[in-house]
């Protein structure tokens, strides 16, 4: 069945393409002199002939535009608050362009009040893409990069128990694991780290995140089944020469970050980011006992180098991290008799080693290029809940080499191959089932081809992977994009293919380890895949004069394979089998963006989900998944950019709880867990070089009451730690300040 869908799938996108009329495309980059005369990508900006059609600029400055009906043509670039450029071109040019536009002395003060949205919705990508700033990131002050999409409604982050600290999220209504979290375009967090390996990345490092929904494009891998969340690490060439983060917050947390760049000339650049993360404060707001947040401690270093020449690029990025977490029952609290008057603890370890190098050269022909990707990981995990027992390894390795080519009319042309190496030594203990060895190697080799075709308002690529595990089998990933630009604001993209993934049950299902649930499995663990579908659209206008987006998407995830983690066949067993029936995951998604004034801009937002799947032979609702959320943001930027309020409301709405019908009366938590809302606020006062800031979390004071089944008996056959669905923790207010030493770069000049 699957590989008859996958031919109709393949003849489909073959057929789309020949259907498309030719036309050839000039294309370029644009940019402006941003602060301290750096030369900067200018998103958003018009390139257009006279009396022709026009483009808007993509989030890097790109551009490609139609060919004029005839030569000579005047091309003229125009962007809010810039000296608007005309070129004159004979004809067709040889290679892409490069415009610089020039600050306006008319306009300058509007340069300061007409500043780039914190979030950004563009028309120009080719997939539906969210693109989280440096502005969005700092508001969150301190921290990991899973809280950088607390104002976001597209990726939900919440606790994934009680115990552990680990926050997990949430895409298209089905959990993080289906998501692509890469850095760089190279996949990142994943195997061990795929529930937790976001909050061991700190967000100062982070320049940007781009979040696409739907199927990921061949080309950067076959786990992107619900979307891809990529990391742009800070560059070293226009990055700061010093940087200097320090936070402090009413639960007792601290963290320090501070990063160092050095520009070494024709040698490179190099930039040095150290991050340091305390918490030795207990907390216990429900008072059952437990820890609200696990005391801990974390070390994160990364280095990355990069050198730029005219015909090669290439960077190596060295990272190492150690986290240590203490949580479980306070040290003080009531030990039941029963336990022997045994402390329930947790203590989890983490230590990872990543290696990553990334070669790209222009061929002799400008329109060819060549990259090579590598990485390497080690990856150590210990982790022990009471009396559950988890030891982990991971060893990893992967390459790619992709080959691109631009083609007469102006179209693209990607093929090459991946190897990806796991080897994984997980050992499971505990008292009800004896030890489980879930170790095992996987070799995977693949190969893709991707191609892209460009016709005036319509763009196609259509790519295929084949891929083989020597553990799972092969799998074939066709993957079809669309995009039509309906007017030069407004555009229609549609997606689809196939994706797939292998499991690592114990660390992504936390109820294996956060409580006393028997672990067992029923048949051998498969490949999970599934087919997404889906189709957006987004609207730029102006009216009342103000500056709209308005962005809509619905997407459909249907799984043909999954491991399925059964919590509703009985309270105290967690089962793992393979699927036997039904499971999707539909999302509804509307965001509307207003620049209020100068100074005011508004994001809101309403999400719906209908996730299902069947547990033992019933069609039921994915356990913790709201099927509503709303959000409401507002932002604000004083005249002279000194001042700086955001502040951030967020709805959910109700949410199935997985069944515990079963247990004696006061050991049940109820079949569904109640709507909440939370409120985030920040205020920064910024003074030269130093930003002081003052903000809060959850100020609503949303909490659940009861985290834990038979929290004063934790060793009992009761215990549930993992049945999570709000807030673990009172309100937090925190402070701290940046200082930014920036060094003088010498601009670039313009060329045409």
Known sequence: MRSKRTLIFTALALLSARALLAQEFVQGTVSTRGAEQRIEPLPDARVGWVDGVAVMTDLDGHFKLAMPAGWPARLVTSSFGNTPDTLVLDGPPTKPLSITLSGSVQLAAAEISERQASTRLSLQTLQAIESIGARELKRAACCDVSESFMTNATVDVSYSDAVSGSKTIRMLGLDGKYAQLSMENIPFVRGLSSNSGLTLIPGPWIQDINVSKGIGTAVNGPNAMTGQIDLCLLDPATAPGFFVNLYGNTHGRAELN????????????????????????????????FRDQPLGKRFNIMDRWMQRTDKRTSQVILRYVTDERNGGQMDDAHRSELSGGRRYAVDISDEMVDVIAKNGWILNDPAKSI??????????????????????????????????QLLKNSDQFKAGGSFQFDDYEELFHQPATGRMDLGRTERMPGMFAEYTRHRARFTMVAGLRADFNDTYGEAISPRLHLKYDVAPLTTIRFSA????????????????????????????????????????????????????????????????????????????????????????????????????????????????????????????????????????????????????????????????????????????????????????????????????????????????????????????????????????????????????????????????
């Open 371 to 404: 990259g090579v990707l590598t990485a390497a990981r080690y990856h150590t995990v210990s982790s022990v809940f009471g009396n559950n027992d988890y030891q982990g390894t991971q060893r990893s390795a992967y390459a790619s080499v992709v080959y691109q």
């Open 258 to 289: 501070v990063n160092a760049a050095q520009h070494l000339g024709k040698g490179g650049d190099n930039l040095l980011m150290v991050h340091g993360s305390v918490l030795q404060s207990e907390q216990d707001g429900n008072h059952d006992g």
């Open 497 to 752: 293919g196939s994706g797939f993934r292998s499991a690592n049950p114990i660390v992504e299902t936390s109820a294996a380890l956060a409580s006393s649930r028997r672990v067992s499995f029923e048949g051998e663990p498969g490949f999970e895949r599934s087919w997404n579908t889906g189709v957006s659209i987004l609207h730029k206008f102006k009216w009342l004069g103000k500056k709209w987006s308005v962005g809509a998407d619905l997407y459909r995830a249907d799984f043909v394979d999954q491991l399925v983690a059964d919590l509703d066949r009985d309270p105290q067993q967690l089962v793992f089998y393979m699927l036997d029936g039904r499971s999707f995951a539909n999302s509804l998604l509307v965001d509307l963006q207003v620049q209020l004034s100068k100074r005011v801009e508004m994001k809101g937002s309403y999400r719906y989900y209908d996730a299902r799947t069947t547990y033992s032979g019933v069609l039921r609702e994915r356990p913790l998944v709201p099927a509503h959320r709303g959000l409401l943001d507002l932002g604000y930027i004083s005249g002279n950019e000194r001042w700086r309020f955001d502040i951030t409301l967020n709805g959910f709405g109700t949410s199935r709880l997985p069944s515990t019908d079963a247990n004696p009366e006061g050991y049940r938590m109820g079949n569904e867990a109640p709507a909440f809302a939370t409120l985030y606020a920040q205020v920064t006062r910024v003074l030269g070089a130093w930003e002081v800031y003052l903000g809060g979390e959850n100020i609503t004071g949303t909490m659940q009451r009861q985290q834990i089944l038979s929290p004063h008996d934790p060793f009992g056959p009761y215990f549930d730690a993992s049945l999570i669905w709000g807030p673990t923790s009172m309100p937090m207010f925190y402070a701290g300040f940046r200082f930014t030493l920036k060094e003088k770069a010498t601009p670039n000049p313009s060329t045409h």
